[in-house]
């Protein structure tokens, strides 16, 4: 994602609106009690921290079952965008306190850490291409085993499945196991994923084909950061130094230096999460996030973070390419719809041909789901990568014309 290319905003400005609205009366508000400006000036800080809270309050308060889901990760996005322009606001409301020392360091190094964070939204974005490719994928199983159209609807007059059909099925399945294995992830986990492709069946030179064909082939075309980038290092290096801030700093910059050490932790949690849940390039998810707990939106961040830890150690999303709820649906989906075609026979018996009907129809649903949910994930990373762009240009610019005045 070019950094010239901002093309506005595609967050719902309703969700942007609110937020800043509910901003702006906790400011007016202030500005009608009786209180001095130093009052006001502390009632702006305490909002930000208390609106930091509510929504990651309101983000941990979801089921298990629809954590890490496409609708989630896009709710996980509108909050830091919503963050990030209410800290912009901050910012820009005390502008000149921003570039006296000690604060213009601390904003430079949280801009530092913003750029770090562009990799990773690249990274991201390659990895939505990636589930893009499978789900082409998964069509080709829907034409091959659903109706006419490619859809499993038992309304339609439904055509007979023959074995032709299911060799395509088959060969789209077998491209798509091995697509979605992780590319730390080789031999023992390429036979344990696929070990349902070669039973019972004709194709094992065409399996064997497969087993053989380097992982390097399933890497997007379009990747946009090198092959030695890690994912893991690039986080290690968002949350590097990120301390809470020391008692004379919180004096010296008038307090401002907390949202500054908040929007670092929420920085890099977010960054955290997607790289948790979309595949990308030696993605780890070994970084400490520490914040003390008497910050009032540390509670709920750091229940999603073991939440999502937690996750990830289950034994069946070990070695997944990516903790995202449809990536396993599909994954859950295609492995039983393969295992179930190794056992077929023809002609097909009806209970057969009911229970692949079945699977296809599950299968159906994981398809348009990650087709309702991956366009509008991709403008939202979009829209974080320029926002972060803008928000950094703007800030780079005061401290520009700050030391000019000096």
Same mark, same amino acid.
């Given at each position: 994602?070019?950094?010239? %290319? ?71 996005? %509108? ?39 562009? %990799? ?28 006419? /159209?490619?859809?499993?609807?038992? /309304? ?45 069946? /004709? ?50 910059? /008038? ?60 034994? %069946? ?90």
């Amino acid at each position: 994602m070019p950094a010239t %290319d901002y093309q506005g905003s595609s967050t719902p400005l309703t969700i942007i609106g609110r937020s800043l609205l509910s901003m702006k009366r906790d400011q007016v508000h202030a500005l009608e009690s009786p209180n001095d400006g130093s009052a006001s000036h502390d009632f702006e800080l305490g909002s930000f921290q208390r609106q930091v809270a509510d929504r990651f309050h309101d983000l941990a308060s979801v089921p298990p079952d629809e954590l890490l889901s496409l609708p989630w990760v896009r709710k996980l996005l %509108d909050v830091f965008l919503c963050c990030q322009e209410e800290f912009r606001l901050i910012l820009f409301n005390n502008k000149f306190q921003v570039i006296k020392p000690p604060m213009d360091r601390l904003i430079a190094e949280y801009y530092e850490r913003t750029v770090k964070a562009l %990799d990773v939204c690249n990274a991201i974005r390659d990895g939505i291409e990636q589930i893009k490719q499978w789900q082409k994928l998964l069509e080709i199983v829907l034409c091959a085993l659903g109706d006419n /159209n490619g859809i499993a609807n038992n /309304n339609c007059c439904q055509r007979a499945l023959g074995e032709g059909q299911f060799r395509r099925a088959k060969k789209a399945l077998i491209d798509l196991a091995i697509g979605m294995l992780d590319e730390k992830d080789s031999g023992q986990a390429l036979s344990q994923r696929n070990r349902s492709f070669g039973r019972n069946n /004709n194709s094992t030179s065409h399996s064997k084909d497969h087993h053989h064909r380097p992982l390097g082939h399933f890497r997007s075309l379009s990747w946009s950061v090198s092959r030695s980038w890690s994912a893991a290092r690039q986080l290690l290096a968002i949350g590097n130094n990120l301390a809470v801030p020391r008692g004379s700093d919180v004096v010296a910059t /008038n307090g401002l230096v907390m949202p500054v050490y908040t929007m670092g932790c929420v920085l890099l949690f977010v960054m955290w999460a997607l790289v948790a849940a979309i595949p990308c390039q030696d993605r780890g998810l070994q970084v400490h996030i520490y914040v003390p707990r008497h910050f009032s939106w540390a509670g709920p961040l750091l229940s999603l973070h073991e939440r999502i830890l937690e996750e990830s150690k289950k034994r %069946d999303r070990k070695n997944a390419c990516g903790l995202l709820r449809e990536i396993y649906q599909m994954e859950k989906c295609t492995r039983l719809l393969g295992e179930l075609t190794d056992t077929v026979q023809f002609p097909l018996g009806e209970e057969k041909e009911m229970e692949v009907r079945q699977r296809v129809k599950e299968l159906g649903q994981v398809f348009d789901a990650m087709k309702e949910g991956l366009e509008p994930l991709e403008k939202q990373v979009r829209e974080v990568f320029h926002r972060i762009v803008r928000s950094r240009t703007e800030g780079l610019d005061s401290l520009g014309r700050g030391n000019e005045t000096e």
